[in-house]
């Protein structure tokens, strides 16, 4: 069955360090999307694919990038991380052609920043 | 800019009442609405979605939701609560012709027995 994975599912890290969470998706879909999740804010837009070799800003991009070479990846990389980083971070994709599509969600990786 | 706003960040019903959670959006034009819900520890998984069909639309677990236009709403509702329901639901809308999602705040559903 396709799937989307997150990893890792925890990560404890220090203030000014570099972190990467790793999404993987066997849909074949076109469409990734990062969000974090914070009490009160539901679920924020940081950075999304159409597709290799394209990528966006979202809501809340700053002090996190990504790239994409393969369909299947879209990894996040928090630059140097804050405190104010620490949340619950989503991996998501979908199809491309139409609108309306579903977003196919992973685990979530929670993310500790100290 | 699209917008989703959700009414009551906490709801609590008991176990065999009816179930509304409240979802208001902003556009000019009628976008794509979805309803998602989460379970503790686990990410979101799609319950209905309007597309321009139907108003009224029908999604699992019994759960619908109901397009007004004139309203700019997309309530959720299901006639009668079970324990399993107890979860997060997020409204979230999407521009005709965009991919992205814009998620409202949330609304823990707590269910009483």
């Known amino acids: 069955d396709a799937e989307i994975t997150q990893s890792p599912r925890h990560k404890i890290t220090e203030t000014g360090r570099q972190v990467t969470l790793a999404c993987h998706q066997t849909?074949?879909?076109?469409?990734m999307f990062w969000y974090r999740q914070d009490l009160g804010h539901g679920l924020r837009l940081i950075h999304y694919s159409y597709g290799v070799q394209d990528t966006n800003k979202g809501e809340v991009s700053d002090g996190y990038s990504v790239s994409r070479s393969n369909t299947e990846d879209l990894p996040l990389t928090l630059e140097s991380a804050a405190s104010s980083q620490t949340s619950v971070y989503f991996c998501?994709?979908?199809?491309?052609?139409?609108?309306?599509?579903?977003?196919?969600f992973g685990p979530g990786t929670r993310l500790t920043v100290l | 800019a699209q917008s989703v706003t959700q009414l009551g960040s906490h709801v609590s019903v008991s176990e065999g009442a009816l179930v509304l959670l409240r979802c208001n959006y902003s556009s000019s034009v009628p976008p794509y609405l979805f309803w998602y819900v989460q379970y503790p520890n686990q990410g979101l998984q799609l319950l209905l979605k309007y597309t321009s069909a139907a108003t009224l639309v029908k999604g699992i677990n019994g759960f619908e939701a109901e397009f007004k236009k004139s309203e700019t709403s997309f309530h959720l509702t299901k006639p009668s609560a079970h324990m399993r329901d107890a979860a997060e639901y997020f409204c979230?809308?999407?521009?005709?012709?965009?991919?992205?999602?814009?998620f409202g705040q949330g609304t823990r559903l707590t269910i009483n027995p």
């Open positions: 998501a994709s979908s199809e491309s052609k139409g609108g309306g599509n579903e977003q196919f």
């Open positions: 979230a809308v999407s521009p005709q012709g965009a991919q992205k999602l814009v």
């Open positions: 849909w074949n879909h076109n469409n």
